[in-house]
């Protein structure tokens, strides 16, 4: 009915304009953004699509981003304002499509856009620089097409290429409702249309061989980084339990709208809404796997939005929409960090577990609005642009990158934008947090890095960067490449590096045969390599934490020495590591045991 429609037009312009006013509101371009606007500013002057001239690095995880952001920059030359437009821009536009396209009826694209108003995560991130609104715009596309009723989805598998070309993480989110359809098909005799399908994954494959050539990696620099890492709640077991509690007292609408989403799925009784549940589910256990991320809510806006489009997707009645929008903005606004709630001079939250609150980031630069009003364009962040090629470590090396310009050579010691680092262990004595987490530069590494050549004291590392450099540096079909991409990207090249080195650099050093006595903690701890049936240690008087590994086997325990010896059965270990609670004043002896 006419009248009807009209009401409901109404009630989403009302919804997209609050949405706009809070994006208008929380407008922020984080560090991370400007590392590929720093790329596309070299791509645009002639230096190519890299984060440093002179190696071709790939710094980013978004390559449809980068293209997506590259004519409005390239129009521009303006980072600041351009991004946070864009950005804006596209999350209204993935939100007009969500309301008026993804959702099976009126008053369930009601209930969408009032869950995503709840959120603080995905508000904090619509604007930040980040791929998230084209991700949000792809993956309502996807959920569209899949619960389309009638006619051929065969531009399916093309908008899940090209949602892994958005984040190869994503795909997690969407193969298994891939999977399904194309089962589905098959059980049909839809055969030929499955096959012509799978061509959508062109534009997926193309950027990885691409990738390959260019920059001599199938995966980003960042992926590296974090696979290097040792990432995983085995690792770090507390990291993804704070990572949701920090997320639940912060942004208590979230999770439950995530847990929402997965039970629309679930109840729907239908194949489409169980893969998509299935998702969910891998993409949650994929955040468990990384033990959440530094910047809070940074890997849960993506999930959320999926869980809002497959809520959007399902039958709901009219007094339940109501009834449950009405529950999720009462849930938001109990904490004064609520979209709703929270405002330019709303304090941030403090930072805990190493978690941060994206606007105690935003406040010191990069946010539209200041606590006293409009901010201005954010002032040059300290890079000075130079002549001469120089070599700078930078802990945040976006904007430093952005504002140094092509003559600085940026090296982020956690190794997202640098080819060796990322293939090292950060160092595991002291680590806390969830990241980035810095390696330790090996000795001669920046004058190599400046001379371009060889100077690395280690032989393993010397051999590990000559192939780094064939791969980065050397012309695209330099004899001996593609040797090197070979050994790069199956692990050989990297197998060659003693990871222990690195993620223990400061322990003092014995072998079992040996038996040294009296072994002094040089530094953070003792590594004792070697094979022994028992071992038996006189340890100074404060708690001590044992790791002993046997192949891929380890164990890890506390001891609490009283006085005198502790004997400690090491049966066929390869190595063993002490870490005292107290740094610097303990002392150990090594004594054969019996």
């Given amino acids: 009915m006419p009248g ?78 351009t991004t946070m437009v864009v950005s804006g821009l596209t999350t209204l536009f993935a939100c007009n499509v969500l309301a008026y396209s993804t959702a099976r009826e009126p008053w369930s694209g009601g209930l969408a856009l009032v869950g995503l108003i ?51 993480d994503a795909l997690l989110l969407v193969v298994p409702a891939v999977l399904s359809h194309g089962l589905v098909q098959w059980r049909m005799g839809e ?40 990432i995983g709640p085995w690792a770090h077991p507390g990291n993804a339990l704070a990572y949701f509690e920090w997320t639940l007292q912060l942004d208590p609408a979230t999770l439950p709208l995530i847990g929402l989403g997965l039970v629309s799925g679930l109840v729907q009784r239908d194949i489409r809404g169980l893969s998509c549940a299935l998702g969910l589910v891998l993409y949650l256990l994929f955040v468990i796997w990384l033990g959440g991320a530094p910047l809070g809510g940074r890997w849960l806006a993506t999930p959320l939005w999926f869980a809002i489009a497959l809520i959007s997707a399902s039958p709901w009645r009219p007094i339940w929409a109501v009834v449950v929008s009405t529950i999720a903005l009462s849930v938001s606004l109990m904490s004064p960090h609520a979209p709703l709630r929270a405002g330019p001079a709303t304090e941030p939250a403090p930072a805990a577990h190493g978690i941060v609150d994206p606007r105690a980031v935003a406040r010191r630069a990069t946010s ?62 002291g680590r806390t947090g969830m990241g980035p987490f810095p390696r330790r530069l090996p000795e001669g590494y920046e004058l190599a890095l400046a001379s371009g050549g060889a100077g690395l004291e280690r032989p393993d590392l010397e051999s590990l960067y000559a192939q780094i450099q064939l791969a980065t540096r050397a012309p695209l079909w330099a004899p001996g490449r593609w040797r090197a991409l070979l050994a790069l990207n199956s692990g050989a090249a990297s197998g060659q590096v003693d990871p222990s080195a690195w993620r223990y650099p400061e322990v003092t050093w ?58 400690i059965p090491l049966s066929h270990t390869d190595w063993v590591l002490l870490l005292p609670d107290a740094p610097g004043t303990a002392r150990a002896a090594l004594v054969p045991g019996p």
């Fill in 368 to 429: 539209l609005f200041t606590a006293s009003g409009l901010r201005g364009a954010p002032a040059p962040s300290g890079g000075a642009r130079v002549s001469d090629p120089v070599v700078v470590i930078a802990r945040d090396p976006g904007r430093f990158g952005y504002d140094s310009g092509p003559g600085v050579h940026v090296v982020d010691p956690s190794g997202r934008t640098d080819p060796l680092l990322a293939r090292l262990s950060p160092e595991q004595v």
């Fill in 191 to 230: 055969r030929s249309s499955l096959l012509r399908s799978q061509l959508g994954w062109l534009p997926l494959l193309a950027w990885h061989g691409f990738a390959l050539l260019y920059y001599g990696s199938l995966l980003p620099s960042p992926a590296l980084a974090a696979l290097s890492a040792g």
């Fill in 510 to 567: 014995a072998h079992l045969g040996e038996a040294p006595y009296a072994v002094p903690i040089g530094g953070l701890g003792l590594w004792i390599e070697g094979r022994s049936g028992r071992l038996a240690l006189e340890l100074s008087e404060t708690r001590w934490t044992v790791i002993a590994e046997r192949g891929r086997r380890r164990q890890v325990f506390r001891i609490v020495p009283s006085g005198g010896s502790v004997t």
């Fill in 4 to 81: 009807e429609r009209a009401s409901v037009d109404l009630s989403f312009l009302i919804l997209l304009t609050v949405l706009g006013v809070l994006l208008f509101r929380s407008a922020w371009v984080c560090d991370e953004a400007y590392v590929t606007l720093r790329t596309l500013e070299h791509a645009l002057s002639g230096h190519g699509l890299r984060f440093n001239p002179d190696e071709r690095v790939q710094g980013f995880i978004h390559p449809l981003w980068v293209a997506w952001l590259a004519l409005p920059y390239a129009l521009t030359r303006e980072p600041w304002l």
């Fill in 118 to 168: 709840s959120s603080k995560a995905w508000v904090d991130h619509a604007t930040a620089g980040l791929e998230e609104p084209l991700m949000w715009l792809g993956l309502a596309l996807l959920v569209r097409e899949l619960y389309r009723e009638e006619g051929p989805r065969e531009v399916l598998i093309l908008e899940a290429a090209l949602v892994g070309l958005i984040r190869l």
